[in-house]
Structure formats: C-alpha cells, structure tokens
C-alpha cells in the first residue's frame, strides 16, 4: 500500500501564523527560497502556488525541492509533488532554523543514495517510509484544501 492511502487531515492552518513563522523561525530557508526564485523569475521563469507557497517547474523528471515559502518541483507538476513540498513548507514553519539540519539535509542526502541505489539496479524503501518524508506528505494532503 502506497503513503497516497494514509492522508490524514492532522491540523488546521493558520494562514496569517504560517506565513509569519516561515518568515521569522523559518526565514534561513525561505531567504533561500526566495533568492533562488529572483534568479528564476529573471531568467523567465513563471511562478505558480500551490497551498501557501510559490513554486516553479523545472524541466527534468527529478522530484522537487522546498525552500521555506518556496519550492521547486519537475516537469511533470505533480499534484503529489507539490503537496509533499507544501507539507515541507509546514515543517519549516514548526522547525524553523531546525528545518535545514533535521530534515533539507537529510533529504537530499537520501535522494541522492536512492539516485545512487536505482542506478546500480537496486530497489529502496517507499519514499514516506522515513519521518519527515511521510510527515510532509501527510501535512501537506492533510491541510491544502485549507487554501482553495
């Protein structure tokens, strides 16, 4: 059974809250976030929103990328893809300058040892099959239709 059958609706937002926290506790990643999506918004790039938070597709079929109030996600624009990052969004607005050592680093890290085991024909864990993976992805189904 996948994570997609496990959403939960595990809190209610507050929307003026979470955009206060990812800009104070949370600002170390959404300063990154918003750095990078100034680049991106130079070099054409059109934002779009998902939830709370400002994302643009890059081309490539790589997953996605969350940066506070912002995220990057693939070519695809997967409405999985973009609720995981939104519900990375909700992590950096409760673990804040926690957020890049407890979870950015150890995603990535683990990205790239699934990229590295797929490559060499090997299989790896569901990809929710760590905490703050499932996490962002129960917070982020759990809480998106809070912004419609």
């Not at 990643?29 to 938070?53: D, N, Q, Y």
């Not at 905490?131 to 962002?136: H, L, R, S």
């Amino acid at each position: 059974m996948t994570s997609q059958g496990l959403y939960l609706k595990v809190m209610k937002i507050n929307k003026p809250l979470f955009y206060i926290l990812n800009l104070t506790w949370g600002l170390p990643l959404t300063a990154v976030g918003a750095l990078v999506s100034l680049v991106l918004l130079c070099a054409g790039f059109k934002p779009k929103r998902h939830g709370g938070c400002i994302y643009f597709n890059l081309p490539g079929d790589w997953g996605g990328l969350e940066m506070g109030l912002f995220f990057l996600s693939d070519g695809e624009d997967s409405y999985y893809i973009n609720c995981h990052e939104y519900g990375h969004a909700i992590q950096n607005m409760i673990f804040g300058p926690l957020m890049i050592p407890l979870i950015t680093l150890p995603s990535i890290i683990r990205y790239w040892y699934f990229v590295w085991r797929e490559k060499r024909d090997k299989t790896n864990k569901p990809y929710d099959s760590i905490w703050f993976e499932g996490q962002a992805t129960n917070w982020g189904y759990g809480t998106i239709s809070q912004w419609k």
